[in-house]
């Protein structure tokens, strides 16, 4: 288990842009794959995009492809989310999250699969 700590959401405008950041606490941060879920009220938690640190795969959500981003900075240890051409669809509590040696593949990973998450974000976006 990793410990994670995020950062970034907010509040913004519909069509405008947010960057989430999950920092890792290990070293061994390669051998996860992290990423991201939301939930809103009333709504399935919803697997929104992951990136595999070993092999660099990426998943993203039909619903964020096009305007959504994920990316890694191995010397930070970090994570990032780029949200741009952000909707009002789009506002949830989104929670980072890690799990060791993870693969991907064309379905989003589920929450039981992931033994780390970070302390959750909320996102809001405005119409």
């Known amino acids: 288990e990793v410990q994670l700590v995020e950062s970034g959401g907010g509040l913004v405008q519909a069509g405008g842009s947010l960057r989430l950041s999950c920092a890792a606490s290990?070293?061994?941060?390669?051998?996860?794959?992290v990423g991201w879920f939301r939930q809103a009220p009333g709504k399935e938690r919803e697997g929104v995009s992951f990136?595999?640190?070993?092999?660099?795969?990426?998943y993203y959500a039909d619903s964020v492809k096009g305007r959504f981003t994920i990316s890694a900075d191995n010397s930070k240890n970090t994570v990032y989310l780029e949200m741009n051409s952000l909707k009002p669809e789009d506002t949830a509590v989104y929670s980072c999250?890690?799990?060791?040696?993870?693969?991907?593949?064309?379905?989003?990973?589920?929450?039981?699969?992931?033994?780390?998450w970070g302390q959750g974000t909320q996102v809001t976006v405005s119409s």
């Open positions: 999250a890690a799990g060791l040696w993870l693969e991907l593949t064309t379905r989003s990973p589920l929450p039981n699969e992931f033994d780390s």
């Open positions: 990136i595999s640190r070993r092999d660099g795969s990426t």
């Open positions: 290990t070293f061994a941060f390669d051998e996860y794959t």
